[in-house]
């Protein structure tokens, strides 16, 4: 009877005051919030009488039990998947020695099981009065972050404050959601930014969910209320396997792999120069239109995000030539390279949908360093092992074309459509280039240009000119382009490919 009343004191948490209080802010407690996560009556806690053992400024007085945080594992669709929430009701979910060692605790059993690990962040911090104690706690989370990554797959989901150096962890995570209104996320508050900066901001317009997935890249999904956003995370898990050495889950198709796709002829242009909604592509392709997209209105010139085709998880890069005309800039590069080692951690194949004029040109682009983030890019794919199939729509031209996981870089298939121009250059920059000198020197300059810009388009950029030369392995039908991603990836699911031994890689940053 002691024990049973203890562990329902423990469950109903603090004073119906904090709870009270939570529920102003909008915010659903540490507990609601699991059992929205995981499936009903499946989550096993650890520890939850665990208190802390502080004393000083009063601590010895307040001892709690949970010390602040909820740990323990449950499934979701029935897999095992590991969780911490922090309790904003005790100690505002400020971490201490106690708090930190049950979250250490998690994240070794998450690593030591093979299965994702889920942190539900609603929390102030450090605990000041314990001082730097709890500082090291943090450090031990960032380390067993870094251990786990691209061993399971991590995903923060920001329910409230973050500040400081707990800012960390999400950023050391596969993804990161966010809920409007309620979390921010920042390094230092706005109290600290205007004493030292003199500018003065909210803590919305400083960290908040629409910042961090429009302008900073921190937030990979943002959503209006706790619900929505827990359902979401529940959705992206299913589309991850547990641990990098399982395939990600496959689930029968519900839509015909020979679907007729004869609507992508009416969704692409055939005219290079017009713009179109890649998305629009995408959700043609894959199965029941169905594409999380993952850093939606981030760096919006490149498209990534997961789907299924023939009930199996892929990855899909594509370029976005309703924004910057489908150019790569630094932030494209960047958000792509990301994903890409993503999906290469967790044996996702990649997708890559290729219309692409180059780089974007300028100088703020060459000062903020073009050459090094478009390297990144360059590295993901050349480094990826798991199956990559590539497939240019219209335009793929100079190096964007070769970063665009081309054959060259080792996609292992690489298809167009009849639009594609694959070339060093569109046709006028390149006569201008190639025959300068014939043009200033014709009488009549423009017809001249006219006619040697036809002519090397018809000689070097006709849709089959990088078949012929073993570029492309086959130029398809539009409307066939799902029946051949489908029919590619199955023959590539046994894939095996060896890297040289080595440490680690060395990327540019």
Same mark, same amino acid.
């Given at each position: 009877?002691?024990?049973?009343?203890?562990?329902?004191?423990?469950?109903?948490?603090?004073?119906?005051?904090?709870?009270?209080?939570?529920?102003?802010?909008?915010?659903?407690?540490?507990?609601?919030?699991?059992?929205?996560? %995981?499936? @009903? /009556?499946?989550?096993?806690?650890? #520890?939850?009488?665990?208190?802390?053992? *502080?004393?000083?400024? $009063?601590?010895?007085?307040?001892?709690?039990?949970?010390?602040?945080?909820?740990?323990?594992?449950?499934?979701?669709?029935?897999?095992?998947?590991?969780?911490?929430?922090?309790?904003?009701?005790?100690?505002?979910?400020?971490?201490?020695?106690?708090?930190?060692?049950?979250?250490?605790?998690?994240?070794?059993?998450?690593?030591?099981?093979?299965?994702?690990?889920?942190? %539900?962040? @609603? /929390?102030?911090?450090?605990?000041? #009065?314990?001082?730097?104690?709890?500082? *090291?706690?943090?450090? $031990?989370?960032?380390?067993?972050?870094?251990?786990?990554?691209?061993?399971?797959?991590?995903?923060?989901?920001?329910?409230?404050?973050?500040?400081?150096?707990?800012?960390?962890?999400?950023?050391?995570?596969?993804?990161?959601?966010?809920?409007?209104?309620?979390?921010?996320?920042?390094?230092?508050?706005?109290?600290?930014?205007?004493?030292?900066?003199?500018?003065?901001?909210?803590?919305? /317009?400083?960290?908040?969910?629409?910042?961090?997935?429009?302008?900073?890249?921190?937030?990979?999904?943002?959503?209006?209320?706790?619900?929505?956003?827990?359902?979401?995370?529940?959705?992206?898990?299913?589309?991850?396997?547990?641990?990098?050495?399982?395939?990600?889950?496959?689930?029968?198709?519900?839509?015909r792999p020979d679907r007729d796709g004869t609507a992508l002829l009416d969704l692409v242009p055939a005219d290079g120069n017009r713009a179109y909604d890649m998305r629009a592509v995408i959700g043609e392709l894959v199965d029941d239109g169905e594409f999380m997209e993952v850093h939606e209105r981030w760096a919006t010139n490149v498209v990534v995000g997961l789907a299924r085709l023939d009930g199996h998880a892929v990855g899909v890069v594509a370029n976005q030539p309703a924004r910057l005309a489908g150019a790569l800039d630094s932030l494209a590069s960047e958000k792509a390279a990301r994903f890409v080692q993503t999906c290469d951690a967790f044996n996702i194949p990649l997708v890559t949908l290729v219309d692409v004029p180059g780089f974007l040109p300028g100088v703020a682009q060459e000062h903020g360093g073009i050459v090094r983030h478009g390297a990144k890019l360059l590295y993901a794919y050349c480094n990826a092992t798991v199956p990559r199939v590539s497939v240019v729509l219209r335009k793929a031209y100079g190096g964007s074309y070769i970063v665009m996981d081309s054959r060259s870089i080792g996609s292992d298939v690489t298809y167009a459509w009849p639009t594609n121009e694959i070339a060093v250059m569109g046709a006028e920059a390149a006569a201008d280039v190639v025959f300068r000198r014939q043009i200033a020197e014709a009488d009549d300059p423009d017809a001249v240009r006219a006619a040697l810009v036809k002519e090397y388009a018809a000689e070097l950029m006709h849709p089959y000119h990088a078949a012929e030369r073993g570029l492309v392995d086959d130029v398809i039908d539009p409307a066939e382009t799902r029946g051949t991603l489908i029919r590619t990836l199955a023959m590539l699911r046994t894939k095996h490919a060896d890297l040289p031994y080595r440490k680690h890689g060395n990327p540019p940053q």
């Open positions: 009877m002691e024990l049973r009343t203890l562990r329902e004191r423990v469950r109903r948490g603090p004073s119906e005051k904090a709870t009270a209080a939570q529920r102003a802010k909008g915010k659903l407690t540490a507990r609601e919030r699991i059992e929205l996560l %995981l499936d @009903d /009556g499946t989550f096993h806690e650890t #520890q939850p009488l665990r208190r802390h053992r *502080a004393s000083g400024f $009063g601590l010895e007085h307040k001892r709690p039990h949970t010390d602040g945080v909820l740990t323990g594992w449950g499934t979701v669709d029935g897999r095992t998947v590991f969780v911490y929430a922090h309790d904003f009701r005790v100690f505002g979910g400020a971490l201490g020695e106690a708090h930190a060692g049950k979250i250490h605790q998690i994240m070794d059993m998450a690593l030591a099981a093979g299965a994702p690990l889920v942190s %539900l962040n @609603d /929390g102030a911090g450090a605990r000041i #009065q314990e001082g730097v104690t709890a500082l *090291a706690g943090y450090g $031990g989370i960032f380390r067993r972050n870094t251990r786990a990554s691209g061993v399971i797959p991590q995903i923060s989901v920001m329910l409230g404050p973050c500040a400081g150096g707990a800012a960390y962890s999400p950023a050391l995570t596969d993804f990161v959601f966010m809920v409007r209104a309620t979390s921010q996320v920042f390094v230092t508050g706005p109290d600290v930014v205007k004493a030292v900066t003199g500018e003065d901001v909210t803590h919305e /317009g400083l960290g908040g969910a629409d910042v961090h997935a429009e302008t900073s890249g921190v937030c990979h999904f943002a959503y209006d209320d706790e619900r929505t956003c827990l359902e979401e995370v529940r959705y992206l898990l299913s589309l991850l396997p547990a641990n990098n050495r399982e395939q990600p889950p496959v689930f029968r198709p519900t839509d």
